[in-house]
């Protein structure tokens, strides 16, 4: 990951950008999960619903940045999911089950997984603009939205850049590359202003 400082506030959403369907459309309710079995929920068809390979190493690098310097609220990053689903309660439920293995060290390689829900901290999961959900954002986070930074696979969605939010485009899953990517657009942004 860059070395330089990260984004207030990190955004991604979450059909075709973290999993690989539309959970409103592809998915059939309730969900469930076999024992604890790590990044698999299954629908009641037993489909799977997974995050893209990448995904949990990316919010455990978040996180890692997050808490680097716990007494500075300055390098501390706000992790929110910013969707438009028509089944809200169906995503949350997902994140609820989903769980993220812990991060690839040695320390903490025998932790146990952990609910994807826990590493958000910002929920606006409902029918709408993506510019409703990033001015509740900002309203409730009081973050400008130059220091905002959302992933999303719909390019009408890049809207948001009108209030400042950098915005990536996610064609084919959020990864590494485009995630560094991001980081670096954000950044570039920054200086240029």
Not at 82 to 111: F, G, I, K, W
Not at 119 to 147: A, Q
Not at 154 to 172: A, S, W
Request: proline share 6%; with cysteine; net charge negative.
């Amino acid at each position: 990951m860059c070395s330089t400082r990260l984004p207030k506030l990190i955004a991604f959403d979450l059909d075709y950008t973290l999993w690989d369907l539309w959970i409103d459309t592809h998915v059939d309710g309730p969900l469930h999960r076999k024992a604890q079995r790590v990044n698999e929920v299954l629908d009641r068809n037993d489909h799977p619903i997974s995050f893209y390979r990448d995904v949990a190493d990316i919010f455990h690098k978040i996180r890692a940045h997050r808490f680097a310097d716990e007494g500075d609220a300055e390098d501390k990053v706000v992790i929110a999911v910013c969707s438009r689903t028509h089944a809200p309660d169906l995503a949350r439920q997902c994140l609820n089950l989903l769980l993220v293995p812990p991060p690839h060290n040695s320390e903490a390689e025998t932790a146990p997984p952990t609910a994807a829900i826990t590493f958000f901290d910002e929920l606006e999961i409902y029918p709408g603009s993506k510019l409703t959900h990033f001015k509740r954002l900002h309203k409730r986070s009081r973050i400008p939205y130059e220091e905002m930074l959302f992933f999303d696979d719909e390019r009408r969605n890049g809207e948001v850049e009108k209030l400042g939010v950098t915005f990536i485009h996610v064609p084919t899953g959020l990864n590494h590359k485009i995630f560094e990517d991001g980081l670096e657009r954000w950044q570039k942004r920054r200086s240029d202003s």
